[in-house]
């Protein structure tokens, strides 16, 4: 069992940064697909971005403004997102799982096993 913690979220203006992190508790994150994603009121939930051994991926709407990295030592994920636009505007959450596949459709929710209980971005124009 994984439990993930998301924060860091908050209110901005267009334009404006936030860095979400989400701190887990469980395994070793060797081997592991790690996902960022976002859900919309009345939209699907979809990722934004992912990383799997070093390798990250980004969702075409946010590549070049938002960055995942990884902190192993504190099992800690970053998103830093930057030039924020009201479309960025959703609950984010972190998700992790061990199957490989998973990475080849990192974009696709149901390919994760655990997910944390999301925090609001809301950004304003």
């Known amino acids: 069992q994984v439990q993930l913690v998301e924060s860091g979220g908050g209110s901005v203006q267009t334009g404006g940064s936030l860095r979400l992190s989400c701190a887990a508790d469980?395994?070793?994150?060797?081997?592991?697909?790690i996902g960022w994603f976002r859900q919309a009121p009345g939209k699907e939930r979809r990722g934004v971005a992912a990383?799997?051994?070093?390798?990250?991926r980004y969702d075409a709407a946010v590549r070049g403004r938002f960055t995942i990295s990884l902190d192993p030592a504190k099992r800690t994920v970053f998103l830093e997102m930057n030039s924020l636009i009201p479309e960025d505007t959703a609950v984010y959450y972190c998700?992790?799982?061990?199957?490989?596949?998973?990475?080849?459709?990192?974009?696709?929710?149901?390919?994760?096993?655990?997910w944390g209980q999301g925090t609001q971005v809301t950004v304003s124009s």
């Open positions: 998700a992790v799982d061990s199957r490989d596949s998973t990475w080849y459709a990192w974009y696709r929710p149901e390919g994760y096993q655990f």
């Open positions: 990383t799997y051994n070093g390798t990250p």
């Open positions: 469980g395994p070793s994150w060797q081997k592991t697909v």
